[in-house]
């Protein structure tokens, strides 16, 4: 098996402020800065006033990547007969991609890596992992060789990184990893430029309750400080962080995608049904992706869901009703362009009934307006 080719680069990267409100999405400043240094912090979010008056936002996208492929004249997608990947997951986070990963680990039809979140679009696959990386076979070991060469590279490699599927031979393999679902628009066009036959799923989950169990995994691992879980302020400055807020926004990340990706080559798959039809969701996301959903993995049911029991951090009603006012604006977006279970996500938080209540308010003051008229 070859090791691929690597090609030389010219590495630049693409420093973009975008100013966001709840409604629209206005680029403000865009440049290409040639040789800089990569970015070690996480994209910054920048608030010009308080959240919960839906003000406007400036997102700060740092471009951490630095794409290695030449736009002057270079061929810049994969040729039909090169290795490269069927798939990308995208997140969400917290939103059933782990239980994707070990469904198609196991199927006959898909060869995986031995590692879940490659991380190589975000991260150049730098990041300290808290599992040992399966090395069963020379596959996994060739694989785990081939990425620890590419990670140290100062930039993305995209032929480099098609190359470390040749490990799939003729298998389905993918890259899930939901901290994708933070690049920004210009590496998102470079990647689905450079494999244009690339299908993209993407998990999406009820951001009041997606939020809440990231913080919850946060606090387990310790990578955020104990908090008051009861204080609502307390609960807003860790929301705040731009790891956790930055996903919490389906609707813009969806966007964000879709822009880039084939719609025929786009899904979007709801967390709600992985805990109310597990086997359902597992046969529609194999058949999308080109598998046989007749085929066990291995003996592993469809409901199994390795993170379903890990314990969370106790939600009051107080906390949970300041949660649902904060992603207002987002439940009712989701609710309205993501369709399919996103629909009933306001009506958790009784949104819908408020609506309702105001709309009658409104008719029986103008009833009684024509009444005292009259």
């Known amino acids: 098996m070859r090791a691929g080719k690597w090609g030389n680069a010219r590495p630049d990267s693409l420093a973009a402020i975008f100013e966001f409100t709840w409604d629209r999405r206005k680029q403000v400043n865009s440049r290409f800065v040639a040789n800089q240094p990569e970015p070690t912090h996480a994209p910054i979010l920048l608030f010009d006033c308080a959240m919960q008056n839906n003000a406007a936002m400036r997102w700060a996208w740092p471009f951490k990547p630095r794409v290695s492929d030449d736009r002057n004249g270079e061929d810049n997608h994969y040729s039909a007969g090169d290795a490269c990947p069927d798939f990308l997951c995208v997140g969400a986070q917290k939103g059933g991609t782990s239980w994707l990963y070990h469904q198609l680990t196991l199927h006959r039809d898909f060869w995986m890596p031995p590692v879940k979140e490659l991380h190589y679009f975000d991260a150049l696959s730098r990041v300290k992992r808290p599992i040992v990386p399966r090395c069963k076979d020379g596959r996994d070991q060739w694989f785990l060789e081939r990425i620890t060469e590419l990670s140290a590279r100062s930039y993305i490699d995209l032929h480099g990184y098609s190359c470390l599927f040749e490990a799939k031979a003729e298998l389905l393999s993918g890259d899930i990893t939901p901290a994708y679902s933070l690049l920004n628009d210009e590496l998102i066009e470079r990647i689905v430029s450079y494999f244009p036959n690339l299908k993209v799923i993407f998990l999406a989950r009820d951001p009041v309750e997606r939020a809440w169990s990231q913080l919850s995994m946060d606090a387990r691992v310790r990578s955020i400080p104990p908090f008051d879980t009861t204080d609502v302020d307390e609960v807003t400055r860790n929301l705040l962080n731009p790891g956790v807020l930055l996903r919490s926004y389906p609707s813009k990340i969806v966007k964000r995608w879709q822009r880039y990706v084939r719609a025929d080559l786009f899904r979007i798959y709801f967390f709600d049904d992985l805990e109310r039809d597990p086997v359902g969701l597992r046969r529609s996301i194999l058949s999308f992706l080109g598998a046989d959903p007749r085929k066990p993995s291995g003996r592993l049911s469809p409901g199994y869901n390795a993170q379903a029991g890990r314990e969370k951090l106790p939600l009051t009603d107080k906390v949970r009703s300041a949660l649902a ?4 604006g987002e439940l009712k ?32 003051d103008i009833l009684f307006w024509c009444d005292f008229v009259a």
């Open 325 to 328: 006012r904060f992603f207002k």
């Open 333 to 364: 977006t989701c609710a309205a362009e993501l369709g399919g279970p996103a629909e009933q996500w306001p009506a958790r938080y009784g949104f819908s009934l408020l609506v309702f209540v105001m709309q009658l308010a409104d008719d029986f």
